[in-house]
């Protein structure tokens, strides 16, 4: 498809800005056959240059109304990311959330959560909290203890139980 340099205006109200205020393109509109669910993937030059992630494909304007969000913007995003990522383990508590899914069964959850260290008490509770309300806490870090966070972290998921850690105010001191 053609992807032009700069992305091109749409006429009519429901055309969504091209641009920020800075100038900077927001994303780019391409006629790249694009389909459903190939939004997340990547928008190439012919040479191979990632130009953008596709988002959004109307079909109402045959083709031509394919966007994909600009390169520039996904890399500015995944920076802020990493960003917020370092300030993470340079001073701000972590707790680990645990997130109910429908693939483990509530003693398999348990034990992994045992096994990473946690009484049956609190394994119990984390599970319980995932099951009822979709997540739980297993735990929450002292901000000079992300190492620790994130082994626990990488150990649950590496027993397909789905984890994250989040950066959290008001956290004192890990039990």
Do not use: W
Request: charged share 20%; aromatic share 4%; net charge negative.
């Amino acid at each position: 498809g053609n992807v032009p340099e700069m992305p091109m205006e749409l006429d009519g109200d429901d055309a969504p800005p091209t641009s920020s205020n800075d100038g900077t393109p927001k994303f780019v509109v391409t006629d790249a056959a694009l389909a459903s669910g190939m939004s997340g993937g990547p928008l190439l030059t012919a040479d191979g240059k990632v130009i953008g992630v596709n988002t959004l494909v109307r079909p109402e304007l045959r083709g031509l109304g394919n966007y994909a969000i600009a390169g520039d913007v996904v890399f500015e995003a995944v920076q802020q990311i990493v960003s917020r990522s370092k300030r993470s383990q340079d001073g701000l508590p972590l707790r680990l959330i645990l997130y109910n899914d429908p693939f483990n069964k509530r003693s398999r959850v348990e034990e992994a959560l045992k096994a990473v260290g946690l009484s049956e008490t609190d394994a119990n509770k984390a599970m319980q909290s995932a099951h009822t309300r979709g997540s739980g806490t297993v735990r929450d870090f002292d901000a000079c203890e992300g190492v620790a966070a994130q082994a626990m972290r990488d150990a649950l998921a590496n027993a397909d139980l789905s984890v994250e850690l989040q950066c959290v105010q008001g956290v004192t001191n890990a039990p």
